[in-house]
């Protein structure tokens, strides 16, 4: 907050000289150094607020757009088709529950986690063959996982 408190001061000292356009730049700065905070408290605040859902896709869409035109700077064809995993949610929550009702994913604070041990264990399936190479090597598959499950945290393996 100390940076938040010096803007804060830097402001109220450009207001009382009287220079406006040190104010201006002083206001920005204030915003620069508030956001986080400013941004949290009005989502706690507001946000069960927002009922104009065009915001939510008007950001993503700026840099959709952005990105298309690197990739035609680049000399990048365009796609064929254009997915936009925005537009297949119900699909992908109705996908996650059939996956979790076969027992091979949980819940845990919010969060659901593919259960890599359940899926190995079913005649089934064989999770090493998403990379075979790997089968037995403990090793190879904490790098595969990303050593996600070492802390012993909310993730069982």
């Known amino acids: 907050f100390e940076k938040l408190k010096i803007a804060v001061q830097d402001l109220e000292a450009a207001v009382k000289s009287g220079d406006s356009s040190k104010t201006e730049s002083e206001k920005g700065k204030l915003l620069v150094e508030a956001k986080d905070v400013l941004s949290d408290w009005l989502d706690k605040q507001l946000g ?3 009922t104009e859902n065009k915001i939510f896709s008007d950001l993503p869409r700026y ?24 537009e297949y949610v119900p699909e992908i929550v109705d ?18 986690y593919f259960d890599v041990k359940a899926f190995d264990a079913s005649p089934c399936h064989h999770y090493a063959k998403l990379v075979p190479e790997a089968f037995g090597d403990a090793n190879a598959l904490a790098e595969g996982e990303g050593d996600l499950s070492a802390d012993g945290g909310e993730k069982r393996s």
């Open 63 to 86: 840099w959709e757009e952005e990105f298309h035109k690197d990739m035609e700077a680049l000399n990048v064809l365009p796609a064929d088709c254009l997915t936009r995993v925005s």
């Open 95 to 112: 996908y996650i529950e059939k996956i979790i009702e076969r027992n091979y994913a949980y819940e845990s604070n919010g969060s659901v």
């Open 48 to 50: 069960s607020s927002v």
